[in-house]
């Protein structure tokens, strides 16, 4: 979620979204397209995109040549039983209660607090007074989950065991978690959601400091020993690469330290992966036998598309981009417990002495790999991916990961976005969930369980606001059916899909000018009244039903609907040639 409306948003899609509004002056598209039937294979191509090209020429479905999706066909069915129905949020986003109650400072209440900036995140939706009402908002929906944030000030103001347990933040946790399961949700925890305590920022350096992995370890243990008894799905970090790269790299969100892309931010990515295995093995050697729960990692990152699949130079360029984004944390967890070839190649060469990308030792790698029971897929939106060693166009591959050569991104002016979104760049894509699922599952050895932990669509603030949504109706329509269809047509293991996000909430710093929420959050309003969108109708009969079943209401409405939603006339707020409010099956 993003950040800084100006430069970066944080978060893979937002990020993407802020870079392109700044060049949309300057940045031309490409042309899109490629020459149709196979194309000879250069012997500098690696294997896995020389396997990949092939497979896909001699594929018996289209392949893409012009880089998009011929739009497919609606698929009815369902999920498995079991299956969770949730949504997500973070603790700075929606719980409020900044100094209250024991709290210590966060790194964000830090940066909020600056000269010239509005703290918004001080009150954000109050959640710390409003559990019981969030908690409601959500069985209202039919919600069998929800995916929640602890703040680690929260638990322990300084950061640290030695600076004393805040008791009435336990109790705090203690409460949403009973309130949960009181009303038959899930708790699907994520330990970190980017809220550091100040004060190690303060003293180490934050995560720049190695020392971090035990500090992170005693926080994960205080957690496992607190609220392990009935939460049975942990993830440790949520987007590394989201806070890793806007924090310590380009230093455009908190901690802001700049000048970073070199090599500071490679650093604390190896520390905060250490500080994952790390709080994975605690929890494997010292709870899982007596809690028998899963503890997990959240990864964040935009599908990258071959602009050309028949041109195995793009698809090499896609393979890397996706290495420097997805794979600098899933390689190491879920492959081989190392850096994809392709980073340690672009960043280190043949730098021995000096690597700019840190070096895990053989034993590192052995205690690093398999470190997860499941992950989490926070899946957005995607861009084309093409090769080209040319400087111009700037686009987001060269301002955010300049390591990362040979490789310009674009998009693709057919697939469908639109003026309602909060952000020019939000291109709707549904099919990234199931393309990002496909790469994961045959580019990783260590299998696990899939969640999609995240995603949505934003719309601008707006007063009065509409609450007919109806880009976010068609953006769930498309994307809980391609969650589908990848279970049924191609046997993924997914067992969750969470919306982000439960409520319009604190954006980080966009504020509240840009709304994911199901629910409309009126910050006009002392109370911070919270009011169903038509998405929230859409989405309890969707989890009502698992999906799509035949002769539903809502699989009717979806069927009505599926070709005008894959059009930008939805996302322009274009009621008037849609179908209609959608107003449940009632």
Not at 322 to 327: A, T
Not at 329 to 342: E, K, L
Request: glycine content about 10%; some cysteine; hydrophobic content about 35%.
């Amino acid at each position: 979620m993003p950040e800084s409306r100006v430069l970066v948003f944080v978060g893979p899609l937002l990020i993407t979204a802020a870079v392109l509004q700044l060049l949309m002056a300057a940045k031309t598209h490409s042309r899109i397209g490629g020459v149709l039937g196979h194309t000879a294979l250069p012997e500098d191509i690696s294997i896995n995109a020389r396997e990949y090209s092939q497979h896909i020429q001699g594929s018996p479905k289209p392949v893409r040549q012009n880089s998009s999706y011929p739009k497919e066909p609606f698929i009815s069915g369902t999920v498995p039983s079991g299956f969770l129905w949730g949504t997500s949020t973070a603790a700075y986003q929606v719980e409020g209660g900044w100094n209250t109650g024991g709290k210590g400072e966060s790194i964000w209440d830090h940066w909020a607090h600056q000269p010239g900036r509005t703290p918004l995140g001080d009150t954000a939706c109050d959640s710390y007074h409003k559990y019981a009402t969030d908690v409601q908002l959500g069985a209202n929906l039919a919600m069998t989950a929800y995916r929640f944030s602890i703040s680690w000030p929260r638990l322990l103001p300084d950061g640290t065991l030695a600076g004393g347990v805040n008791q009435a933040g336990v109790d705090y946790y203690n409460k949403l978690i009973d309130e949960l399961i009181a009303h038959k949700m899930v708790p699907f925890v994520t330990m970190y959601h980017w809220d550091l305590p100040q004060a190690l920022q303060t003293k180490y350096g934050g995560w720049t400091n190695a020392s971090m992995v035990d500090y992170f370890n005693d926080y994960a243990t205080l957690c496992f020993q607190k609220f392990g008894d009935r939460v049975k799905r942990w993830a440790t970090f949520n987007e590394p690469w989201s806070f890793i790269v806007p924090g310590y790299g380009l230093g455009v969100s908190p901690p802001q330290m700049l000048f970073g892309m070199k090599r500071r931010q490679y650093e604390v990515a190896h520390v905060v992966i250490k500080a994952h295995a790390r709080a994975w093995h605690t929890y494997n050697d010292s709870f899982r036998a007596q809690q028998g729960g899963e503890v997990g990692i959240v990864l964040g990152a935009l599908w990258g598309q071959p602009r050309n699949t028949s041109d195995p130079r793009d698809v090499q360029a896609a393979d890397n981009f996706e290495q420097f984004f997805l794979g600098w944390f899933a390689n190491p967890i879920y492959g081989n417990g190392d850096y994809p070839d392709a980073m340690k190649q672009m960043i280190n060469g043949d730098s021995v002495a000096d690597p700019r990308l840190p070096v895990f030792t053989e034993a590192e790698k052995a205690y690093v790999r398999g470190s997860a029971d499941f992950v989490g897929l926070n899946q957005y939106s995607a861009v084309l991916i093409y090769a080209s060693d040319h400087t111009f166009p700037l686009d987001f591959i060269s301002l955010v990961m300049p390591d990362l050569k040979g490789v310009k991104d674009t998009s693709d002016p057919t697939w469908p976005h639109g003026a309602s979104s909060g952000f020019s760049a939000h291109y709707v894509v549904p099919w990234n969930i199931r393309e990002q699922l496909r790469y994961f599952s045959e580019k990783y050895s260590h299998k696990v369980p899939f969640y999609i932990t995240e995603t949505g669509i934003s719309e601008k603030e707006q007063f009065p606001p509409n609450m007919n949504d109806t880009w976010r109706q068609c953006f769930y329509m498309l994307y809980v059916d391609e969650a589908i269809r990848a279970i049924k047509l191609d046997g993924r293991d997914v067992r969750g899909f969470f919306a982000w996000t439960l409520m319009d909430n604190i954006e980080w710093g966009s504020g509240h000018s840009v709304r994911l929420g199901l629910h409309y959050t009126n910050f006009s309003d002392p109370n911070l009244t919270r009011t169903p969108k038509a998405s929230a109708k859409l989405y309890r009969d969707i989890a009502t039903s698992g999906g799509f079943p035949e002769g539903a209401p809502h699989t009717k409405h979806t069927q009505d609907w599926w070709d005008w939603c894959h059009t930008n006339a939805p996302y322009n707020n274009d009621t008037e040639i849609g179908a209609g409010h959608y107003r449940g099956p009632h």
